[in-house]
């Protein structure tokens, strides 16, 4: 059964860090792009940070660039999302995400309302918060 597990959310103060880990079980994440993505309470889910494991081709959205950065491990099957100088506006439940095609654009798999991701994890919450 293909699977998707992330960790590392919680608490933390404007300014502060979290480092996202989300690990594939049950195949390998070699052919796949994987994305972050994030929804917040009333809100759509939008996707964060995207990286194609092939390559290591990155995408971001508008609002993390110069403050969140994807990698990928490929020995560990895990890809990380690494948030540094986080704002109140970053909080919300944090999606693992994965698509397996290889002509589909890093950029297309973020968009979650193109129906790119066929395996999602269950979540992680991240707040916020002085």
């Known amino acids: 059964q293909l699977q998707l597990v992330e960790s590392g959310g919680g608490l933390v103060q404007p300014g502060g860090s979290l480092r996202l880990r989300c690990t594939g079980s049950?195949?390998?994440?070699?052919?796949?792009?994987i994305g972050w993505f994030r929804q917040a309470p009333g809100k759509e889910r939008e996707g964060v940070s995207c990286?194609?494991?092939?390559?290591?081709?990155?995408y971001y959205t508008v609002s993390v660039k110069g403050r969140f950065t994807i990698s990928r491990d490929n020995d560990e099957n895990t890809v990380y999302l690494q948030m540094n100088s986080l704002k109140p506006e970053d909080t919300g439940v944090y999606y693992c995400?994965?698509?397996?095609?290889?002509?589909?654009?890093?950029?297309?798999?973020?968009?979650?309302?193109?129906?790119?991701?066929?395996?999602w994890g269950q979540g992680t919450p991240v707040t916020v918060s002085s």
């Open positions: 995400a994965a698509h397996r095609g290889p002509k589909t654009t890093v950029q297309a798999v973020c968009q979650p309302d193109w129906g790119y991701v066929e395996v």
């Open positions: 049950g195949f390998t994440l070699d052919d796949y792009i």
């Open positions: 990286i194609r494991r092939s390559d290591g081709y990155t």
